[in-house]
């Protein structure tokens, strides 16, 4: 899940797990889980959750047939899909402070 923290006076945006609602601060460590689709078109929620225990629960919760994806390459494909690739990244960040991240 998307939610922020405030740390060191700043409001600053994490990924949190969906099963035990804790900062997933390693990407490499988490995984994007959802039910497969079947149509063209369709749409399905994408849970994020810490590989092991809770990424079972998670796929456990959703039931049925379930896909997932490494949580850097889902990171990688959503902003591509947002049109904010990592040139754009790298501009932004030459043309701001640090304000968003911890």
Do not use: F
């Not at 889980?33 to 809770?54: F, N, P, S």
Request: hydrophobic share 35%.
């Amino acid at each position: 899940m998307l939610r922020v923290i405030r740390k060191s006076d700043r409001t600053v945006p994490i990924l949190c797990c969906d099963c035990c609602n804790a900062w997933i601060d390693d990407a490499e460590l988490g995984a994007a889980i959802y039910k497969r689709t079947q149509a063209e078109g369709e749409v399905q929620d994408v849970l994020l959750a810490h590989k092991g225990t809770c990424h079972d629960a998670i796929e456990a919760r959703l039931g049925g047939d379930t896909h997932w994806q490494e949580l850097t390459k889902y990171l990688e494909d959503v902003t591509h899909n947002a049109g904010y690739d990592l040139a754009s990244q790298v501009r932004r960040r030459q043309l701001e402070d640090d304000y968003g991240t911890l």
